[in-house]
C-alpha cells in the first residue's frame, strides 16, 4: 500500500482496508501519518456510504419471509457480551445446521448484546464464539421486530446450531456510536432553540467517527447560526447533563413534549430519552451516560441535500479530538514554514496575498508594456520591422503587441508570434507596397484586411522572420 500510494492513500482503498480487512479508519490514519502519508477520509466516507446503500439493497432482498427466522432477547442497553445459544445459521440465504471456516454466515443467538442498525445508528460489529468455532461480526441488521441478524463470517473452527456461545460488540466502537447518537440529541435541541421550534428531525446517520443530522431548512444557515448551534452542544456537554431513560405508554410521552419523527411508526409503548431536562426524545438508541461522555463536538459542515433540506455534519469523541490534533499539526507546520506564531498567520497569509497580487499586477503592467525603448528592437532594411516572439495565450493579446510596438515606430512592419499563432501588422502608409495578405504566405495560414493578418504557423517562427527579413534587405 505504502509502495502504491506514497503520499496519499485513496479512500476507497482506505475502506477496503476496513471493510476488508477489519482495519479501522483511525488505525490505517495512525501509520500513515508515521509514514508522512495523507488519507483521504472524505473518499471513505463516500465509500462507506456507496457500501451502505449497496448492503440496504442486499438486506432488503435477503430475507423475503421472516416468520421462520427465531426472536432474540436485546441486552446490549446493559451489557456488551452475553451468554447465549445460537439458535438458527443461514448461509447463501437458507438455513444450515452448521458453518466452517470462511463461510459468510447469519447468526441468530436467543440473547445478544448486538444492536441492530435502526433509527439511524449504524449495526454493532463484534464477535460471537463458541468451544469450536469464532464468527466476526461485520454488521447487525434487524429484518423484523425483535429479529437480530449477525452477519459475518467464520474465521477459525466450526460453529453449530444449539451451540452456547459468547457474543461480545466491539466496546470502543459502540463507545464512539454512543457518543455520536447522544450528540445528535444535544444537536436537534440546539437547532431548535437557534432556528426555532419548526425545526425536526428528517433523517439522520450514527456511526463512529461522525454522525449526520437533517432537517428541514430552506436556506442555508449562516456561520453565526452554525456557531452557535455548537458552542451550545458544548455548553450542554460540559453541564454533565445525566442520561435518562424510561419505558411508558406511546401518548403519554408524546404529551409529556417527547421529540419524536412524525414520519415514524411507533409501537403502544416507547422508549423515552432524556439528559437532564433539557431534551427528550422517542429512541431505541444507544447513549452515553452523562452528557460529559460525549467529549470535544464539532460541526463540519451544513450542505443542501435537497429542496428545502439541509444537513449538518459532526464529529465528536475521539474523531473530533483526532481531527483537532491534525488541524493543530497542520496549523503549527504553517505558522513554521512562514516563520510566524500560529496566532499570527492570518495576518502573514494575508500580506502574502497582497505581495502576491501586487507581483500579478506587475507581471500584467510589463506583459502589457513590454514594448519600445530599450526593450524593442526595430531591425532596419527596406523599410523598418519588427520580428518577435512573445508571451500571449491569445490571438487577441498578440494583436495588442502588434498594436502598441507599430505605435512606437510609427511606420513598418511588425510580425509577432506565440505558439503555433502569428499577426502580421502594416502601418497604413506601407500597405500599398507591403500587403499584410502576401507577407502571410511567408508564415503559414491566415487572412485579414491589408493592414492586419492574423493566422496559424505552418513553419518555425525563426524559419517565417528569417524569409520576411530576406525580402526586406
Known sequence: MVAKYPKRIPGDEAFKLHDTFGFQLELTRELADERGIEVDDEGFKTAMAAQRERSRGAIKQMWTSVENLPRSEFTGYRELSTDSKIAALRKDGKPVESATEGDAVEVFVERSPFYAESGGQIGDTGTIATASGRVRVEDTQKPADRVIAHLGTVVTGEIRVGDTASAAVDSARRSEIARHHSATHLLHMALRETLGDQVVQKGSWVGPDHTTFDIPLSRAMTREEISNVNRRVMEKVREALPFQEEIKPYREAVAQGAMHLFEEKYGDTVRVVCFG?????????????????????????????????????????????????????????????????????????????????????????????????????????????????????????????????????????????????????????????YDANRLKDLFGKGGGPAHLVTGTLTVPAHEAFQRLADILK
Open 277 to 433: 431536562d433539557w431534551t427528550c426524545e422517542l429512541c431505541g438508541g444507544t447513549h452515553v451516560k452523562n452528557s460529559a461522555d460525549v467529549g470535544t463536538a464539532l460541526i463540519l459542515s451544513e450542505s443542501s441535500i435537497g429542496s428545502g433540506l439541509r444537513r449538518i455534519d459532526m464529529v465528536v469523541g475521539t474523531a473530533a479530538d483526532e481531527l483537532v490534533r491534525r488541524d493543530r499539526d497542520l496549523l503549527t507546520e504553517l505558522a513554521r514554514s512562514f516563520n510566524v506564531s500560529p496566532d499570527q498567520l492570518p495576518s502573514r497569509i494575508e500580506a502574502v496575498r497582497g505581495q502576491l497580487r501586487e507581483a500579478e499586477r506587475e507581471r500584467e503592467r510589463l506583459r502589457r508594456d513590454r514594448i519600445g525603448g530599450d526593450g524593442l528592437s526595430v531591425k532596419h532594411g527596406r523599410v523598418d520591422y519588427v520580428t518577435e516572439t512573445v508571451d500571449a495565450s491569445n490571438v487577441d493579446e498578440l494583436k495588442s503587441y502588434a498594436d502598441r510596438y507599430l505605435e512606437k515606430m510609427k511606420s513598418g512592419i511588425v510580425t509577432v508570434t506565440a505558439g503555433d499563432k502569428f499577426v502580421i501588422k502594416v502601418s497604413k502608409d506601407l500597405t500599398g507596397q
